[in-house]
């Protein structure tokens, strides 16, 4: 397997051809930062030290799924904010559920007792 010198994240990091080509283009979105994925990838193949197809596609698969974790958990951090600034733009009830349901009870009490019947337990 003739390796190739890929220039990335000034790392240069040495991926066989034929692996190279399986692997294709990073699952990188546009606003991430590429060399962060090439670092990732670096520091897995440290750690294994790949000699064959089997543990390049495991560098690949530790890689590409670290790299999905930390996009979800910014996703979901992301969510959480607007979920948030969505909640506070709108407008604020005058009661909150506990005494709106209170309110409630005491008014179906008291239709009861104007009605003559005992009220439900």
């Not at 979105?29 to 294994?48: A, H, I, P, S």
Request: glycine share 4%; net charge positive; charged share 30%.
């Amino acid at each position: 397997m003739p390796a190739t010198t890929t220039k990335s994240s000034g790392i240069n990091l040495l991926i066989p051809d034929d692996i190279q080509d399986l692997f294709g283009d990073p699952p990188v979105l546009r606003g991430e930062d590429e060399n962060l994925y090439d670092t990732l990838m670096v520091q897995f193949t440290k750690l294994v030290e790949p000699k064959d197809l089997i543990e390049w596609w495991w560098v690949k698969d530790l890689t590409d799924h670290s790299w999905e974790i930390r996009r979800l958990r910014r996703f979901k951090v992301l969510f959480v904010e607007v979920r948030r600034e969505k909640a506070n733009e709108l407008p604020q009830a005058p009661a909150s559920l506990a005494q709106e349901h209170r309110r409630r009870q005491a008014h179906a009490l008291h239709l009861r007792r104007r009605a003559g019947r005992r009220p439900a337990p």
